[in-house]
Each structure stands twice: as structure tokens, then as C-alpha cells.
């Protein structure tokens, strides 16, 4: 609940306006916030100072809260100050009268710039994760100014071009219009002896040391966030984030698809025909396969549960053995005159796939 404006700077109800200001100038020099750099109580108390004076230096709103209170101005539109940029604003010719300058523009908190790292994971880190560390380049708050850009021991100076008020001043007729003072940068104030660690810009350039947990079943494309490990910010703001984007390493054998683990097997010849229990390579040693008789080249079986972790989920994907059926080199005779021996059988049976095809075709053809 607000509390009564008069209350606030400390006036009776029948104040005359120059009592009401130099109340309010009271007020200000007291809770300027570039006194109580940091206070919190005294920023809020400056800010209920202002509001107060705003509606009391105002005959008509002063009317309206006399007669109505805080709820007959928030009728008409008042709801206070938003922030110091608002104040300073509203009151930069008060603030002329009171300190004698413009008080210079605020240096608002900057969060500082995120920071990108290009991590390279072999095929097993990414599928069941692991620790690594890293090593950034980025910038952080100066620790032998904390900051301040100045050497220790040493305050800024007003500066002697605009004298402190951030802005200089330039008369054209009947106007008179201002501009950001260059030599302080709207500021007010110079430094003039800069911090001989950081040269004055209050940062500084390091080499860091991070320990990151990479987490099973990342891929490639997957950003790690980690927070408040980029850019320092400026002015009291929060550092940046780095981002640890991941790219997986080929294998020589496995290859993936979403969750699941993608295997090529070649057997031979006979094992296709006849049927066999081949040894399949998984990410976690080697498992028995049945393949059945006839199998053929590009058949794929289903190992359930062997494939990557679900990022951020449960369970696992599979692995999808792929069969590839050798077809046989480098003949001994005997191996031919089989072969051979095969083939009649097989014009015999009429079963061979060549044949069932063309009789397909004649059929289509009529």
C-alpha cells in the first residue's frame, strides 16, 4: 500500500510549492542512487520521493489526490515511474538546480555475449556420455579493478568538456539543442588513470578451464547449454551462456539413425542358404544372431534395447543388423564343378529366381 505523498517528503497538507521542493531536494540528495551505489532500500525510497513530488509540484493532480487519494489518480492514468530512466527524464532540469549538473545519463546492466564451443565426441563418448575438459577464451571481470576500470586508489574525474552533465550544448537561434558529450561519451566523468591490468576497460581477456558432463545419446547438432560461462557483462550485468555444440566422430562400423544403431553383417554364400548362428558386434560386446536358411542379401533383423540412450527420456533404441550375402571369389575347381552341379538342379526344379522372373514376364506380356 502507498504511502501519503505529503507523508513521504515530510510537509504539512498546506505546504507551498517551494517548500514541497526543497523537501524533494532534501530527499533526493539524500537517496540519489549514485550515492547508495547498490542500496536497495535507498533506490526505492528515491523512487517514492519522486512520485510524491511529481503529483505535488502539480496543481491539478495535487487537486485530485487531495480530494480522491491514490485511487482518484490511478483513475486518470498515474501509475508512477517505471524506473530511474523515467525520473532523470521528468526531473532533468531539477536535477540542474539541485547538483548543479545533469546527472549523466545511467549505465544500464548489460548481460555479456553468449560464447560458442565446436566439441568433438568419438561415436561411444556421444552414445553413452562422459566428462570432459574444455578450454575458452572469453572475457571476465577485471580482479584487480573488480570492474571499476580505475587503478586502485584513484576515483574518476568530471569531465572538463561537458563538466559533468554527459551532454554539451550548441545555440542556433532561438534554439538550443544538446549532444552526447564526446569526449566522455555521455558520462560525466573521465577516467585518468586506468586500471593498468585491463587498460581501463575493467575486463579482460582469459583462458578458462571447464569441466562439462556430456550426457548419453547426444548427436551431432546437440547444444549443451551452460550458464553464466560466456562474455562477462557490463555495468553489474550477468555474464553470457555457452553453448557446446557437439559433432560425433564417424565409427568404423556402426552408423546411427535417431535412436537406433545401424549394423552391416556380411556372411557367406552357404550361411544364407543353409542357415547359421553368426557372432553381431553391439555397442556392448558381441551377441549371438540366428540367421534362418535362405536368408537374403539385405534381410534385416531387430536387436531390441541395443541401441542409444533416449536423451533426457528412458529406454533405449534398437540395433538393426543389415545382412550382406558375399558372393564368393577366387573359385578352387572343386568349388566351381559345385556350383556348376547347382545350377542344373536348379534349371532342373525350374526353381531358380532368374526363371520365376521371366515367367512372370511372359505372363505380363501375354
Not at 564343378?337 to 531358380?352: D, I, P, T, Y
Request: with cysteine; charged share 30%.
Amino acid at each position: 500500500m502507498k504511502r501519503d505523498y505529503y507523508e513521504v517528503l515530510g510537509v504539512p497538507r498546506n505546504a507551498s510549492p517551494e517548500e514541497i521542493k526543497r523537501a524533494y531536494r532534501r530527499m533526493a540528495l539524500k537517496y540519489h542512487p549514485d550515492r547508495n551505489p547498490g542500496n536497495k532500500e535507498a533506490e526505492e525510497q528515491f523512487k517514492e520521493a519522486a512520485e510524491a513530488y511529481e503529483i505535488l509540484r502539480d496543481s491539478e493532480k495535487r487537486a485530485i489526490y487531495d480530494t480522491y487519494g491514490h485511487e482518484g489518480l490511478s483513475s486518470q492514468g498515474f501509475t508512477g515511474f517505471s524506473g530511474f530512466d523515467d525520473i532523470f527524464r521528468t526531473f532533468g532540469d531539477i536535477f540542474d538546480d539541485f547538483f548543479g549538473f545533469r546527472t549523466r545519463a545511467r549505465e544500464v546492466p548489460q548481460a555479456g555475449a553468449d560464447v560458442r564451443y565446436d566439441l568433438t565426441t568419438s561415436f561411444e563418448e556421444a552414445v553413452f556420455g562422459t566428462e570432459k575438459e574444455i578450454k575458452i577464451k572469453k572475457t571476465e571481470i577485471c580482479d584487480f579493478c573488480g570492474g571499476s576500470a580505475l587503478e586502485p586508489g584513484y576515483e574518476p574525474e568530471v569531465c572538463p568538456v561537458c563538466r559533468g552533465k554527459g551532454q554539451v550544448y550548441q545555440t542556433h537561434g532561438f534554439f538550443r539543442i544538446g549532444t552526447t558529450c564526446p569526449h566522455c561519451q555521455g558520462k560525466g566523468v573521465i577516467v585518468t588513470h586506468p586500471c593498468p591490468k585491463c587498460g581501463g576497460s575493467g575486463r579482460r581477456k582469459v583462458e578458462k578451464g571447464i569441466k562439462i558432463r556430456i550426457p548419453a545419446g547426444v548427436d551431432t547438432g546437440t547444444r549443451l547449454r551452460i550458464q553464466r560461462e560466456g562474455e562477462a557483462g557490463l555495468y553489474g550485468g550477468p555474464p553470457g551462456d555457452l553453448y557446446i555444440v557437439i559433432h560425433v566422430k564417424p565409427h568404423s562400423f556402426f552408423t546411427r539413425k535417431g535412436d537406433n544403431i545401424i549394423c552391416e553383417v556380411p556372411i557367406s554364400f552357404v550361411q544364407a542358404a543353409l542357415g547359421d548362428t553368426i557372432d553381431v558386434p553391439t555397442l556392448k560386446g558381441v551377441e549371438k544372431l540366428k540367421i534362418p536358411l535362405g536368408t537374403q542379401s539385405g534381410k534385416t533383423f531387430r536387436l531390441q534395447g541395443k541401441g542409444v540412450p533416449k536423451i533426457g527420456g528412458y529406454g533405449r533404441g534398437d540395433q538393426i543388423v543389415r545382412i550382406i550375402v558375399n558372393t564368393p571369389t577366387n573359385l578352387t575347381k572343386r568349388q566351381e564343378e559345385l556350383l556348376r552341379e547347382f545350377a542344373e538342379v536348379e534349371k532342373e526344379k525350374r526353381a531358380s529366381p532368374y526363371s520365376r522372373f521371366w515367367e512372370k514376364v511372359k505372363a505380363y506380356l501375354g
